[in-house]
């Protein structure tokens, strides 16, 4: 049968919606909520990845056979034509099942929307990365400078954390040209060129030159290349370039991100012998 039911509060419903209210609070558990049983207006709350969103909506008496629910979408991080593409594929979702429950297939493609708002924003970041290695500071150094093999790149372990991952690498630089070769060089691993991030940062004083060059880069992590230089003035280390990448886990690490970044830099830079025991600089000041 599929007539109306009643409940306590004296509101009739069809069996359907009864039975598809029944199915999203044991499919969502405490993400779905009972906004109003007078207007039979409910909600779920979607998360996936750093995003979150709410989808609300009321069953009219006559829905799921002759009309739809209305529904009320938020999403901070939604905006604009992103916003009206998802509300299209919401609306053709209901078209193509017209008289079925629907408030399901509407949750599962927000999450699947939200997915690939993430996946289409991983796409750009590479993009844009390419472009700023190519167009880097690093270039305006003249393009004739005659260069010999690319210098030799060490990678460190890696350091995880709440599903994101963090690598090192070091290499012995002498000019901009050799930095330039390092970073190619790297970026023609796949695997450095899909990370989130590859936050660098080199300090070069060939024998000879007076001058002191240093440059650094935060790839999107803010601040991230200006502590790497940092760490590199502290340290007081010279002719040598630094580049940390990560990988994105999902799950925001806040100011820990800067810890592993740093932990990432020394460990490397102790391993390649950057790094002088704070004993052996005692002796060196009390032998002078």
């Known amino acids: 049968m599929s007539g109306p039911v009643g409940d306590s509060g004296g509101v009739v419903r069809s069996l359907a919606q009864a039975d598809e209210i029944e199915a999203l ?6 993400d779905f909520h ?18 979150t969103a709410f989808l609300q909506v009321t069953m009219p008496p006559d829905y799921p056979a002759t009309s739809p629910p209305i529904y009320m979408l938020s ?3 939604l905006k604009g034509p992103k916003r009206q593409e998802l509300c299209g594929y919401l609306e053709d979702l209901y078209l193509e099942n017209a008289g079925e429950s629907i408030v399901y297939l509407w949750v599962e ?16 970041e590479e993009q844009e990365l390419s ?19 690319c210098p030799e790149v060490f990678s460190g372990e890696i350091i995880s954390d709440r599903k994101s991952h963090f690598q090192p690498h070091l290499a012995a630089v002498n000019s901009h040209a050799e930095v330039r070769q390092v ?40 601040h ?12 007081d280390v010279m002719n040598v370039l ?7 886990g999902g799950i925001l690490l806040g100011p820990d991100r800067f810890k592993h970044i740093n932990n990432c830099a020394r460990q490397i830079l102790d391993s390649c012998g950057y790094i002088t025991p704070t004993t052996d600089r005692n002796k060196n000041k009390k032998k002078k």
């Not at 450095?192 to 999107?220: I, K």
């Not at 200006?226 to 340290?235: N, P, Y």
């Not at 630094?242 to 994105?248: A, H, K, L, T």
């Open 25 to 30: 609070s044991a499919i969502y558990g405490t």
């Open 34 to 51: 009972t906004e109003s049983i007078d207007t039979s207006t409910y909600s779920v709350d979607i998360t996936q990845g750093d995003k």
């Open 75 to 77: 999403a901070p991080w």
């Open 109 to 124: 493609r927000i999450r699947e929307f939200m997915v690939e708002v993430e996946q289409e924003k991983e796409e750009q």
């Open 131 to 149: 472009v700023t290695l190519e167009n880097t500071v690093l270039s305006e150094e003249p393009e004739t400078e005659e260069t010999g093999p």
């Open 183 to 222: 970073l190619n060089k790297l970026y023609e691993n796949r695997k450095v060129a899909a990370a989130t991030h590859n936050m660098y940062a080199f300090r070069l004083q060939p024998p000879g030159v007076p001058s002191l060059s240093q440059d650094c880069e935060d790839d999107g992590e803010d």
């Open 224 to 235: 991230a290349g200006r502590r790497l230089l940092h760490l590199l003035q502290i340290l």
């Open 242 to 248: 630094v580049v940390v990448s990560r990988w994105y």
